[in-house]
């Protein structure tokens, strides 16, 4: 499966965005799909993750309440909707799939990396 991540670009603190990321392949539907983030000089971090089954298994603490995840398998697409966006939410937003059962948060546990997309909050 290969995925491509878009939508991202430059939001005032408060505002909001979704990022989509997109599949392809028709296996789309089998696999967990992550989100994960890395700010410059940082390290990639776990933002949530989305069960094959649609459901959400959980999301950084920092973005609870803020962030939602979607997906939509007919579009083979996974949504990341941003809402009361900060400047530490500023990275380069990455989504991968994952066949590990349970929640983890792991980025070892997850492949097929696609291209990220800048996301840049300003204050």
């Known amino acids: 499966v290969q995925l491509q991540a878009s939508g991202g670009g430059l939001v005032q603190a408060g505002g909001s965005l979704r990022l989509s990321c997109v599949a392809s392949g028709r296996t789309f539907r089998s696999y967990h799909v992550g989100w994960f983030r890395q700010a410059p000089g940082q390290e990639r971090e776990f933002v949530g993750r989305?069960?094959?089954?649609?459901?959400?298994?959980g999301y950084r603490d920092s973005v609870t309440g803020r962030f939602t995840i979607s997906r939509d398998n007919a579009k083979n697409t996974v949504y990341l909707q941003m809402n009361s966006l900060k400047p530490e939410d500023t990275a380069v937003y990455y989504c991968?799939?994952?066949?590990?059962?349970?929640?983890?948060?792991?980025?070892?546990?997850?492949?097929?990396w696609g291209q990220g997309t800048q996301v840049t909050v300003s204050s």
């Open positions: 991968a799939v994952s066949t590990v059962a349970g929640h983890t948060s792991r980025s070892a546990d997850f492949h097929s």
């Open positions: 989305i069960n094959r089954s649609g459901a959400v298994s």
